[in-house]
């Protein structure tokens, strides 16, 4: 059973489009982070939220940690073909480690 | 300034053999994490070091896997004997304190055949 899990698996939409992504948990977390990652490469932090009910934006790219700090979700507006990629979430542990879930895969088409 | 490094990018190796994976962090981050995806699964913590010190090693999957961090600078993991179940992407990332600059290598593809 995942820790966290993440929704959809997979998305492919046109560029221009907007889209949400998910990331849900039973769990309450201190903290939550969502990454970017590319094939051959690490996932790179877009953002870290701490607060529950924040919102932070990052360009096009809107975050939201739920009020009770056990979701999250991402909103791309007009994405483009370079947001494609694997959006990772991941859960702060009591040391701060990271608790993954499995990904969602997006692909923007041109 | 230098990101994580990881070396090698990839290794292919023989049931049986051994095999040692090298995380350098960045320069003055003192804590060093451990984590693994193996194919379609997600990634999953290992362990993790504040300086030299093991904080927390319970996402080790077995005794085959030792990690070290001799002088709180690099850090080493080594597979012996490694098996078929241990191929997968190892991915090491530091911190300077709490979340503050977590930064991820890209990563060490081991495949064991």
């Not at chain 1, 560029?15 to 990454?35: P, R």
Request: charged share 20%; glycine share 10%.
């Amino acid at each position: 059973t995942q820790l966290l899990e993440q929704s959809p698996q997979f998305l492919s939409i046109q560029e221009g489009e907007n889209l949400t992504v998910y990331c849900n948990s039973s769990s309450v977390f201190s903290s939550l982070q969502w990454y970017r990652q590319e094939p051959g490469e690490g996932p790179v932090l877009l953002v870290t939220v701490v607060t529950g009910g924040e919102v932070k934006k990052l360009k096009r790219l809107t975050f939201q940690f739920g009020d009770a700090r056990k979701d999250s979700s991402l909103h791309i507006t007009a994405a483009q073909t370079g947001d494609t990629g694997l959006y990772l979430c991941a859960g702060a542990g009591n040391n701060n480690d990271m608790r993954f879930g499995a990904g969602t895969r997006l692909t923007v088409k041109p | 300034e230098a990101g994580v490094t990881q070396f090698p990018s990839h290794s292919v190796i023989e049931k049986g053999q051994t095999v040692t994976l090298r995380c350098d962090p960045i320069s003055g981050h003192d804590n060093l994490y451990w984590y693994r995806r193996v194919m379609g699964k997600e990634i999953k913590f290992l362990l993790h070091f504040v300086k030299e010190s093991k904080q927390d090693e319970s996402g080790m999957p077995n005794n085959r896997f030792l990690a070290e961090r001799t002088g709180g600078t690099y850090s080493t993991l080594k597979v012996q004997p490694a098996e078929l179940e241990d191929s997968g992407v190892y991915f090491c990332a530091s911190s300077h304190a709490g979340l503050d600059g977590y930064t991820f290598g890209s990563g060490t593809r081991l495949t064991v055949v």
